[in-house]
Structures are given as structure tokens and as C-alpha cells.
């Protein structure tokens, strides 16, 4: 996914005034919002593209059927949660790490560092942005499973919104980390589609985690979208999210946060 090239240097110039009359955050974050809006691509493929996917599965006979070996649940139910980790996917790795490296790459960042708008206000409205995307998205694919094909709510709705936050923050830590090791923008998307790939399959994308042999299984409930799929499944069954899960998607959280931390570099 590119990043707004043509559209970085304006939110990086804006204008002092501005910032000090609202403050260097929301000065930034109305900027960014804008030009965030002005990206259909972004916006597509954060907000749209799991809620396509869900219903083009749902045109699949055979996915609107119980399934015994799925403990009498729909494989339809189980493309739930998997859609709405998929938008964490596309906001964390394929939309926003190019954005935050293009800036370095061009000197945004630099020349921030001179203004009232430190570099770090910039990347925290990035992740404000895509987070608030990807739960967006999660509302509209959790809107059209139960809608258009009967998929029951969360029943234990706490701690689907608990592991949600937690996917979330893993996967915006780890598009962070991915920024902080990437010197171009090019390299950044690379970066992105190497781990999104990987994140799509433990996602359960391709194969449902709950329909995957079990000593794949295993492996994959080690890795933070693996467990986050488990966690939000038992949520939607009624019961509460192992803390096991949650554990495995919060410790990726903390670790790869703390490595964007320490690794960024604003030039």
C-alpha cells in the first residue's frame, strides 16, 4: 500500500498558530485526520475490505451450515473475529508503516523537530488513526454478520473488547517496530507484506486457527494474532477469554513496544 507522499509535507509545515491556539496534538491529529480521509486506498482496505471479505464468504453455501466438527457452529461464525483481525492487519502493517518511514525518509520529521510539534506527536496520531480505523472496521463487520447472516454478538462482551484493545495494540507495535527498522519507504512496505503474510495465516485467514491440526494449532496460539483469534472466539462463545490468550497477545504488545520505542530513529 503507498503511502500520501504528495500529501506529508503539509501536515509536517502546518502552520504555528494553529498548533498553539489547539495545542501540538490536535493540530496534528485535525492535519493528519484530513489527509488520512484523502487516501480511498487506506481507507478501502482498513475499513471496507473485511466486511467484502465476510460477505463474499457468506455466498458460500456450505459456510452458512452447521458444521459438526466445529462444535455445530458456522464457518460464517468463525469469519467473524477473523475479518476484524484481518482490518488490525491492514492498519498496522500495510498502511501504516510506510506513512511514518516516507516522513523520516523526506526530512518531515527533522524538520519537525525545530517547530512546537515534536516528531513523537506525529506518530502518536498515526497510531490514534489506524487504531480508531481498524475498531471502526470491527463495528461494521460485527454490524453485517449478524445482520446479513444471523452471526450472534459477542456474549461475553468485556472481554471481546479487551482482546480486541490488546490485537490492536500488538499490531500497531508491531507496525511500529517494523518502521523503526526500515530506513526507506520501500523497505517499510516490504517489511509490512513479510509480516503480514506470516499474520494472515496465524490470523486464521486461509484456515480457520479452531479448524487447523493441532499440533499447528499449538504453534500458532504462541503468536499474538493466533491467541487474539482464540481469545475473541471464546468472547463470541459466551465464555470468558482465556487469560493464557490473553497473556500471549499482551506480552507481544509489550514487547514489541517497548522495541519501536528503542529502535526508532526520527533521521
Known amino acids: 500500500m503507498t503511502p500520501h507522499d504528495t500529501l506529508a509535507a503539509p501536515a509536517a509545515a502546518a502552520p504555528a498558530a494553529p498548533a498553539r491556539r489547539r495545542g ?6 485535525l492535519a493528519e485526520t484530513r489527509l488520512f480521509l484523502r487516501e480511498p486506498g487506506s481507507l478501502f482496505w482498513i475499513f471496507l475490505s473485511p466486511t ?16 459438526d466438527n466445529l462444535g455445530g457452529r458456522r464457518v460464517i461464525d468463525l469469519y467473524v473475529p477473523i475479518s476484524i483481525l484481518f482490518a488490525m492487519i491492514m492498519a498496522g502493517l500495510q498502511a501504516m508503516p510506510p506513512v511514518l518511514t516516507a516522513y523520516r525518509e523526506r526530512g518531515i520529521l527533522r524538520r519537525m523537530s525545530t517547530t512546537p510539534v515534536r516528531p513523537s506527536t506525529l ?20 454490524a453485517v454478520g449478524r445482520i446479513g447472516y444471523g452471526v450472534a454478538l459477542p456474549g461475553r462482551l468485556a472481554g471481546y473488547v479487551l482482546a480486541l484493545l490488546l490485537a490492536v495494540s500488538a499490531v500497531l507495535a508491531l507496525g511500529g517496530t517494523i518502521c523503526a527498522v526500515s530506513r526507506t519507504a520501500k523497505a517499510a512496505t516490504a517489511g509490512g507484506s513479510a509480516a503480514y503474510l506470516a499474520m494472515m495465516f496465524t490470523a486464521g485467514v486461509w ?12 504453534i500458532v496460539q504462541l503468536t499474538p494474532f493466533g491467541a487474539a483469534s482464540q481469545a475473541l472466539d471464546q468472547a463470541a462463545s459466551g465464555a470468558w477469554p482465556s487469560w493464557a490468550y490473553l497473556g500471549v497477545v499482551a506480552l507481544w504488545a509489550a514487547l514489541l513496544g517497548i522495541a519501536a520505542s528503542r529502535l526508532f530513529r526520527w533521521q
Open 123 to 142: 506518530l502518536t496520531v498515526q497510531i490514534i488513526l489506524h487504531g480508531a480505523a481498524a475498531l471502526g472496521s470491527a463495528l461494521l463487520v460485527l
Open 52 to 67: 467484502v471479505l465476510l460477505v463474499v464468504l457468506g455466498f458460500v453455501p456450505a459456510f452458512r451450515e452447521a458444521d
Open 207 to 218: 484456515v480457520p486457527v479452531q479448524a487447523m491440526p493441532d499440533t499447528l494449532r499449538r
Open 24 to 29: 501540538p496534538l490536535a493540530a496534528v491529529l
